[in-house]
């Protein structure tokens, strides 16, 4: 599999260290100083790419992502908070005939977690002694607060329990590759359902995988229809 990378950034070094441990060939790197406003993805330096890796930060996530589906080719994007902009991606994604899969982290236990944290926010209904509360970590340089899987994780828990609100609480600091805290609080006790990174090479793995997934598709997917054939 040929790729290239736009962004350099930690999750962008992560998939670099695993791509050639795998024998994965990258072909090109596109750093943001020379990509301002999508500029340097162009058919001729994403020639003999299979598929694009976007890893950037949310300003600039919607110029490359409706470049890259102008060029017709899929694409893997883990930026997150540019979701608002979907639909005008998704619609040039179909027009120009490639492929989009998206996702807030491409960890395959986060995936796992978000699904067993709607059942365990089911398991409190009825129980208003329990307050119900979200705490996400990241390193001090991650830019978006709540994070992508902070949100998503709320999301789930409000499924399984509609009439508590889940409130966000975000820490930026330090080196922290991500911590995810469902909690319950009571007079008496606390209940806690959590996942934590040790690094970003499971991050990378399932970057890597949905790409090889996603090449050969047409459409805009997320990253759990990959893994669970459907999802939420």
């Known amino acids: 599999m040929r790729i290239a990378l736009v962004g350099n950034g930690r999750m962008s070094q992560a998939i670099r260290t695993l791509a ?11 750093g943001s100083a020379e990509n301002r406003a999508a500029k340097a993805l162009t058919a001729e330096r994403l020639s003999g790419v299979e598929v694009v890796l976007e890893f950037t930060r949310p300003a600039a996530a919607v110029d490359n992502l409706l470049a890259l589906a102008a060029l017709g080719l899929p694409v893997v994007s883990g930026t997150t908070g540019w979701d608002g902009h979907l639909p005008q991606v998704a619609a040039a994604v179909t027009a120009g005939g490639g492929g989009l899969l998206y996702a807030a982290n491409f960890s395959i236990g986060v995936q796992l977690f978000l699904r067993a944290a709607e059942q365990v926010a089911g398991s409190f209904q009825g129980h208003p002694e329990f307050e119900g509360f979200i705490i996400e970590a990241h390193h001090g340089h991650k830019v978006d607060a ?9 999301a789930a828990a409000r499924r399984g329990d509609p009439p508590r609100e889940f409130p966000i609480s975000s820490v930026r600091a330090g080196m922290i590759a991500g911590i995810h805290t469902l909690g319950f609080d009571a007079a008496g ?21 949905a790409a090889e997934w996603v090449r050969t598709r047409r459409g805009v997917f997320r990253f759990e229809e990959m893994l669970f054939g459907g999802g939420q």
């Open 146 to 154: 709540p994070s992508g899987t902070a949100l998503r994780l709320q």
């Open 189 to 209: 006790e606390t209940i806690r359902f959590e996942h934590t990174a040790h690094s970003r090479e499971g991050f990378a793995a399932g970057a890597l995988a």
């Open 20 to 30: 050639a441990a795998r024998g994965v060939e990258i072909v090109t790197v596109i």
